[in-house]
């Protein structure tokens, strides 16, 4: 049996992140065998990578990490839907095994008992090895155009998802939002400004950073940047709807009373429990009761956003995309992509292929 390399941490041991070289996997009925191309990584792969995070395979004390994936198929069972050459990414989570009735239906993404498991994050070894496997049920086939930015499906996903729920939210009256604040150009900011842009919106997108390439990302979206606040950002526009997309907990706060009347504000940002913040429980209260606010809270993606997505990367302005990811790591250097990272970087991607 062949061995390939892959990235593992022990989950809840900070410091525990290694290259190793596991068993090549073997693909089991229905399954794909994939080639790695690339990988990103986002602050979920940093949580795992100082034990903050993360659940090992069930008998086992380490996982394979990776759940933002790129592949091409080397092996696919007939009748698949899949050919070797095919691009594909892989579904991050599975169902609860009970299941619940959310993942009964394919709605995995909101699971209601906690039991589902993720790819790379929650008992079942990711996509960060040189090759691995994948039901061909949650493999997504991508047009072969996104062989350099089809990277970037996983967090599209995730914001495809946000924004249906922002849609559904929003559809319980009257609808029809003329503007988008997000808050925060990380690579779900900016894949959220790109759809806000597609859907004819007025985009505002606030930072902190005030050089490096994000003000041109949003520039080129005809979106306007801000970097004085939130205050600042909605003075003259109270948008219909705000992303929230740092996790930063007075931000967060924030976020929810800067849209105007009926407005709804989607959480995206995972933050580190324990952070504090002060506010006036009162006006929040008072702003969200009288204006018929709402506040939802998205994570993680079903297989219907993961078409979505591979539909919107197919059909967006592909030299944006990849203005977003702004350093590409070999495998060999992956420490490179847990160190600090700078206001000039948007997505970090470790390349497998190379
Ligand atoms: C991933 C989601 C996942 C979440 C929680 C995020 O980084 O994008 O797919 O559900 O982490 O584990």
């Not at 995309?321 to 970090?348: C, H, M, N, W």
């Amino acid at each position: 049996m062949s061995a390939v390399r892959a990235l593992t941490v022990e989950p809840g041991r900070k410091g525990s992140l290694s290259l190793e070289e596991i068993d090549e996997p073997v693909p089991g009925e229905g399954e794909l065998l994939v080639d790695a191309i690339a990988l990103g990584v986002c602050g979920t792969d940093r949580e795992l990578a100082d034990g903050d995070y993360g659940w090992a395979p069930a008998g086992s004390d380490r996982l394979v990490i990776g759940h933002e994936s790129l592949g091409r198929v080397r092996e696919a069972p007939e009748g698949s839907g899949f050919a070797p050459g095919d691009l594909v990414v892989g579904v991050v989570r599975r169902p609860d095994p009970e299941p619940c009735g959310a993942c009964e239906r394919g709605l995995f993404d909101n699971c209601r008992n906690g039991d589902y498991t993720e790819r790379g994050i929650k008992e079942l070894d990711g996509f960060g090895s040189e090759a691995w496997t994948i039901e061909a049920d949650y493999a997504v086939k991508l047009d072969p155009a996104l062989a350099e930015i089809g990277v970037l499906m996983e967090p599209m996903s995730v914001i495809a998802k946000a924004w249906e729920q922002i849609d559904k939210v929003g559809g319980r009256s009257w609808f029809e939002p003329k503007s988008v604040l997000v808050t925060g150009a990380g690579p779900i900011g900016l894949l959220a400004a790109l759809v806000g842009a597609r859907r004819g919106l007025e985009v505002h997108v606030l930072d902190r950073n005030t050089e490096g390439p994000k003000p041109k990302l949003v520039e080129a979206l005809g979106g306007v940047y801000h970097t004085d606040g939130i205050a600042d950002a909605i003075a003259g526009t109270e948008p219909d709807i705000v992303i929230e997309a740092t996790g930063a907990v007075s931000l967060v706060l924030d976020s929810m009373t800067a849209t105007g009347p009926y407005g709804v504000t989607c959480l995206t940002g995972v933050t580190t429990a324990g952070r504090k913040a002060s506010v006036d429980a009162g006006s929040l209260n008072r702003e969200l009761v009288l204006e018929n606010d709402a506040v939802v809270g998205s994570v993680n993606a079903n297989l219907s956003h993961f078409t979505e997505a591979a539909a919107i990367l197919a059909d967006a302005d592909h030299d944006w995309l990849q203005g977003l990811i702004t350093r590409r790591i070999p495998l060999a250097d992956y420490t490179e992509t847990f160190g600090p990272t700078s206001g000039d970087d948007v997505k970090v991607v470790i390349d497998i292929a190379s």
